[in-house]
């Protein structure tokens, strides 16, 4: 008997325990409920729940972390509030270009090595509704995206016209080359020469860096790459390899950074300039100090003026930003993953600052691009408030006027009006006329393209952006 009294009274405290540590779990996630607060507490809470089902769906109205509706809201869990810091114009924040894919406009993809290009150009060709979209056949690298009515491409780029201007042709080739490419494709023109509009995608350059190197050390290269500029390609003592054999493949991290003619170094500020402002690949014409900053300048003077960009961090700001650019709309929406190779690798904090300091132009590019990038995207979503409240208050006057036409039609001399509730009418006539267009990007922006409720000035709108 004392036997199975001690064992009962054993499972009991057990049983006891299990129900303290459930209502412990339940009590975290009731008091902090987003991950950015409480963090070990959470982390016992999804230990704890490791057992679970782990299928839970994230539909578009409901995000991680709590937050809900809005799709783009904390999408890379940075801090509440956006601070700008540099000064942007008009020009450079309103991007809306009129893309006519019926005519003769192209869009060009500069495609720089791990940002994610590979991801954006499959949804350039399979991904946007079209009148005619892209045909895109099993085992075929490329698509054929021709214009309605004609055998002619609106898009240049890996999964289109293929690597047409070399591999990864940066913005010194393309803009040579594309032209030219385009002309020698279609049919002779007597037409005004048509326009291009120059996309690409950026990553924060650590997180790049370290993709390209596990890349390269699982046998990638670029050895195809024409690099040409002012109408060659660089010379081997220009230009010299990081290994002599076949690949680099297998090499170390240490390696990798120590090798000072590495491209991986600053990648994304050299293909984003005009290389023949310093000589091209001639590193002999002027410093390394000089000659960087003339690059850097000359990249963000080219940023600037691209039709659009995108950054890796933010894939749904990216698909919002695209689509009322170019007044063009994706099928499905942008998966935001944050679980890449590079992600996975542990890097010692040292070796981080010295991936940082091999980049620091690529470092000051990037936070320059994101500053640009996050005041693009507040203005579009402003704009867009303020396109809609317009919209509203323009039905709430057509429906008020109608009303009073109606009532005083049907009114006799004699009669006297009975009290009618002005919502209730509004909420039917509203039922009855056929939905507004969704669209905001093919209005013609207002005048005033700032709210002056909120913002009197464009400094004062500069002052007081936020991250959404």
């Given at each position: 008997?004392?036997?199975?009294?001690?064992?009962?009274?054993?499972?009991?405290?057990?049983?006891?325990?299990?129900?303290?540590?459930?209502?412990?779990?339940?009590?975290?996630?009731?008091?902090?409920?987003s991950r950015s607060e409480c963090q070990a507490l959470h982390r016992l809470g999804s230990w704890f729940n490791s057992g679970k089902a782990t299928g839970t769906r994230v539909g578009d109205s409901e995000l991680p972390d709590g937050f809900q509706k809005d799709p783009y809201i904390a999408e890379d869990g940075a801090m509440a509030r956006?601070?700008?810091?540099?000064?942007?114009?008009?020009?450079?924040?309103?991007?809306?270009?009129?893309?006519?894919?019926?005519?003769?406009?192209?869009?060009?993809?500069?495609?720089?090595?791990?940002?994610?290009?590979?991801?954006?150009?499959?949804?350039?060709?399979?991904?946007?509704?079209?009148?005619?979209?892209?045909?895109?056949?099993?085992?075929?690298?490329?698509?054929?995206?021709?214009?309605?009515?004609?055998?002619?491409?609106?898009?240049?780029?890996?999964?289109?016209?293929?690597?047409?201007?070399?591999?990864?042709?940066?913005?010194?080739?393309?803009?040579?080359?594309?032209?030219?490419?385009?002309?020698?494709?279609?049919?002779?023109?007597?037409?005004?020469?048509?326009?291009?509009?120059?996309?690409?995608?950026?990553?924060?350059?650590?997180?790049?860096?370290?993709?390209?190197?596990?890349?390269?050390?699982?046998?990638?290269?670029?050895?195809?790459?024409?690099?040409?500029?002012?109408?060659?390609?660089?010379?081997?003592?220009?230009?010299?390899?990081?290994?002599?054999?076949?690949?680099?493949?297998?090499?170390?991290?240490?390696?990798?950074?120590?090798?000072?003619?590495?491209?991986?170094?600053?990648?994304?500020?050299?293909?984003?300039?005009?290389?023949?402002?310093?000589?091209?690949?001639?590193?002999?014409?002027?410093?390394?100090?000089?000659?960087?900053?003339?690059?850097?300048?000359?990249?963000?003077?080219?940023?600037?003026?691209?039709?659009?960009?995108?950054?890796?961090?933010?894939?749904?700001?990216?698909?919002?930003?695209?689509?009322?650019?170019?007044?063009l709309e994706f099928i499905a929406p942008f998966t935001q993953l944050n679980g890449t190779r590079a992600s996975s690798v542990e890097v010692p904090p040292e070796t981080q600052r010295r991936i940082r300091q091999l980049n620091r132009w690529d470092v000051e590019l990037y936070e320059y691009a994101r500053d640009l990038f996050l005041q693009?995207?507040?203005?579009?979503?402003?704009?867009?408030?303020?396109?809609?409240?317009?919209?509203?208050?323009?039905?709430?006057?057509?429906?008020?006027?109608?009303?009073?036409?109606?009532?005083?039609?049907?009114?006799?001399?004699?009669?006297?009006?009975?009290?009618?509730?002005?919502?209730?009418?509004?909420?039917?006539?509203?039922?009855?006329?056929?939905?507004?267009?969704?669209?905001?990007?093919?209005?013609?922006?207002?005048?005033?393209?700032?709210?002056?409720?909120?913002?009197?000035?464009?400094?004062?709108?500069?002052?007081?952006?936020?991250?959404?």
């Amino acid at each position: 008997m004392d036997e199975k009294s001690s064992s009962s009274s054993h499972h009991r405290l057990l049983i006891v325990l299990l129900m303290v540590m459930l209502f412990g779990v339940i009590m975290v996630q009731y008091v902090c409920p987003s991950r950015s607060e409480c963090q070990a507490l959470h982390r016992l809470g999804s230990w704890f729940n490791s057992g679970k089902a782990t299928g839970t769906r994230v539909g578009d109205s409901e995000l991680p972390d709590g937050f809900q509706k809005d799709p783009y809201i904390a999408e890379d869990g940075a801090m509440a509030r956006f601070v700008p810091r540099f000064n942007f114009t008009k020009e450079d924040l309103n991007r809306v270009v009129d893309f006519n894919i019926k005519g003769d406009d192209v869009i060009v993809f500069l495609h720089i090595q791990k940002t994610g290009g590979t991801t954006f150009g499959r949804h350039l060709v399979r991904n946007i509704q079209l009148e005619r979209p892209c045909e895109c056949h099993a085992g075929q690298k490329k698509c054929t995206c021709f214009r309605p009515g004609k055998k002619e491409t609106w898009l240049f780029s890996r999964f289109s016209t293929g690597w047409s201007c070399g591999l990864h042709a940066d913005w010194t080739e393309l803009t040579s080359c594309v032209p030219s490419r385009m002309d020698s494709r279609e049919a002779p023109r007597s037409l005004p020469s048509r326009n291009y509009y120059y996309i690409t995608i950026l990553r924060d350059p650590v997180s790049r860096y370290l993709s390209e190197w596990r890349h390269v050390q699982r046998g990638a290269t670029w050895k195809a790459s024409l690099h040409v500029c002012d109408g060659r390609s660089p010379t081997l003592s220009e230009l010299p390899s990081c290994y002599s054999g076949d690949d680099w493949s297998g090499c170390s991290l240490q390696e990798f950074m120590d090798c000072p003619y590495n491209l991986a170094n600053n990648r994304q500020t050299r293909m984003l300039a005009d290389l023949s402002l310093v000589g091209c690949y001639n590193v002999s014409t002027m410093s390394e100090e000089e000659r960087w900053e003339v690059l850097l300048e000359s990249a963000k003077r080219n940023l600037r003026g691209m039709a659009f960009f995108g950054l890796t961090e933010y894939q749904r700001k990216t698909q919002y930003l695209f689509e009322r650019t170019f007044n063009l709309e994706f099928i499905a929406p942008f998966t935001q993953l944050n679980g890449t190779r590079a992600s996975s690798v542990e890097v010692p904090p040292e070796t981080q600052r010295r991936i940082r300091q091999l980049n620091r132009w690529d470092v000051e590019l990037y936070e320059y691009a994101r500053d640009l990038f996050l005041q693009r995207f507040q203005l579009a979503r402003q704009q867009e408030r303020r396109q809609a409240r317009e919209r509203r208050q323009q039905e709430r006057r057509r429906l008020r006027g109608g009303l009073r036409t109606n009532q005083g039609r049907q009114l006799k001399p004699t009669e006297t009006p009975r009290p009618t509730n002005s919502r209730s009418v509004v909420t039917e006539e509203r039922r009855r006329e056929k939905p507004a267009e969704d669209s905001v990007a093919s209005e013609v922006p207002l005048p005033d393209w700032w709210d002056l409720d909120e913002n009197s000035t464009l400094e004062d709108y500069l002052d007081n952006v936020e991250q959404w």
